[in-house]
Every structure is written in structure tokens, then in C-alpha cells.
């Protein structure tokens, strides 16, 4: 459980240390976008009058459609991501400012319901725009943080609000506005339309796909480049206590000698080419230069077309 959390009520939120909620109790988790957004944060200064209430007109409409979310689910605390009953997620918003619900064109989705049977006949969406070929896309602004890339795999299951629809995404069965009852077996739906984002992540098998996870997480930008290690740290660690693995700068002992194949991806756009060159290390240094988390990079490929894994005696070359 989490050192701290919001306690939500119909008319207050206010903040409760470990000690003061039940053991074991769900909690919904916020996922989102910082942006460049200054808002109120918890300090030691106003940690009392936290404990107390936290006053709803200084929160950021990100928050308060969190809060509201809870309350509608009757989820009664709500607090940062890993191990929670539900992962709230503000895929679409780039800041705290924008929320979690976009303003649509109520005809864009239909149903056919049978008076009946009481189900579902047929889902239908606005043709025009979600047709073949349209600049219909879902504004993922959420997968442009590092961070976000540990909070999805280490939630069990996520609410994505989007300017699209919102999505849901677990191992059991991921879903959508249109398809609540789950994806349809056959594919050419999705692959109809372009940009086309359904959130069907898998996480439970996360063993044996580090350089899968690194690849994304390397992708995805940091507000402070030194956080490296530190915003991948939880999936580290999840993956450890799985494997008894040691971690070593973001590579693995049991398969160091492999893991530190890395390299970066060929770019063919000679713009963002120069731009790669005119980065480099990170300063000051918060891994060694062995390690793909030494650069500044955020292109990179742990995989190495045609080579043959070999089984690699760490004990006798020597521990790192």
C-alpha cells in the first residue's frame, strides 16, 4: 500500500497517512501528464492542513474529473499507480488542465439492441469518421512520457479517457465505448482505421522482455534526464523480486553479457540525425557508459540481427 492517500467522500478529499486507512483497502491511481502546468503539490508546510481537507478549487480539472471518477465508482481512496484496484488514465490531456473528459459528437456511436434477448445486436460508428483512409486518431499524449511506461504495465487494469472514446485495458478482456463487451475475434476492424489505439497491453508475462520494454520506454521523453533509471526502477524491481535478477544500471547479471549488445536505431531523416548528434552523455553521469541509460538518446535497439545466444559463465569473467 502506499505511504500516503487520498481519502475521497461526496463532499471532501482530504490526504491519509498508512496508518489511518484500512489494511488491504482498493484505491484507484491517476496517470498523467505534468506539462509545464504549476499547481498545488504536497510540502512539508501544508502536509497538516492536507490531513484535514484539500480544497477543490486549487486542484487542476485533471484531478477533480479523478476525484469525480472515484465517486461515480465508488472507490473511496485514490493515489499513485502499482498494485491498485484501478488505474485512472488522462491518456489524451497534455497537462493537468485539460481533464479527463473531451466534448464529442453524441451521434458518433449507435447500438442495436434486442428487447428480447436484453443484448447487443450490432455497434456502428459514424462512417465519415472512422472510416478507411480518415485523419481519425487517438491523441496518446500519455505515451510520450517515460514514466507512463512502468504505471501501464505495473496497473492491473486502466480506464483511458481519450478524445476518441474511453478504452479499457487488461489481461482479461481490453474494451471500448463501441466494443463494451470486448474486441471481436476477427482483425481487419482495427486495422480499418489508421491510428487506431485499442490498449490491449499484456503484463503478465513481463519476464523475458526487457529489451521489449526498453525499446518503448527509450522512446518516450523525461522531464529531467538524471530520472533515467529512476522512472524505469519499479518495473526493475517488480522483475527482480520475479527472478531474484540483479539489476545493474539498466541491464540484467544473468544476461549482461547480451544485454550490453545495445545499439541505436539507423535514422534515415538527416534533421532529426543532427539533432540525435547534438546530444550526448547525461550530466552528470547516473549510469555507466556501458549502459544505454548513459545517453541522452532516446533511440535504442537491444536487439542484434543475427546473433546466436550463447550461455555466458558471469562467474568466471568476473562480476561487473
Known sequence: MPTRILRITPNS???????????NSQY???????????????????????????PSECLPKTFLDAIGICRYLRIDYLWVYGNAYLN??????????????????????CQVLS?????????????EQYSPGSSHHV??????RGRVVQERYLSRRTLHFTNDEVYWECDENPA??????????????????????????RRRSLIGRWKELVQQYSQASLSY????????????????????????????????????????????DLARLQELQSRGRIKPPTAPTWSWASLEIDLVNTGVSGYTRMNWDTEAAGTV
Open 115 to 127: 428487447s428480447k434477448w436484453n443484448s447487443i445486436l450490432n455497434v456502428c460508428r459514424a462512417s
Open 28 to 54: 484507484a491511481t491517476l496517470s498523467h501528464c505534468w506539462g509545464t502546468l504549476e499547481f498545488l503539490t504536497l510540502t512539508t508546510k501544508n502536509l497538516d492542513v492536507f490531513r484535514m481537507n484539500i
Open 176 to 201: 471500448s465505448e463501441v466494443w463494451p463487451c470486448g474486441y471481436p475475434a476477427i482483425k481487419p476492424y482495427p486495422s480499418l482505421m489508421p491510428g487506431y489505439t485499442p490498449f490491449t497491453l
Open 139 to 144: 491523441d496518446n499524449k500519455l505515451a510520450e
Open 88 to 109: 485512472i488514465a488522462a491518456t489524451s490531456a497534455e497537462d493537468a488542465r485539460v481533464g479527463c473528459f473531451f466534448d464529442r459528437d453524441k451521434r458518433w456511436r
Open 13 to 23: 478529499v482530504r490526504l491519509l497517512l498508512s496508518e489511518e486507512y484500512p489494511p
Open 225 to 268: 534526464e538524471k530520472d533515467r533509471l529512476t522512472a524505469i526502477s519499479g518495473l526493475a524491481r517488480h522483475i527482480g523480486s520475479t527472478t531474484n535478477d540483479r539489476f545493474l544500471a539498466g541491464l540484467w547479471q544473468e544476461t549482461f553479457a547480451e544485454d550490453l549488445l545495445w545499439r541505436l536505431k539507423r535514422v534515415d
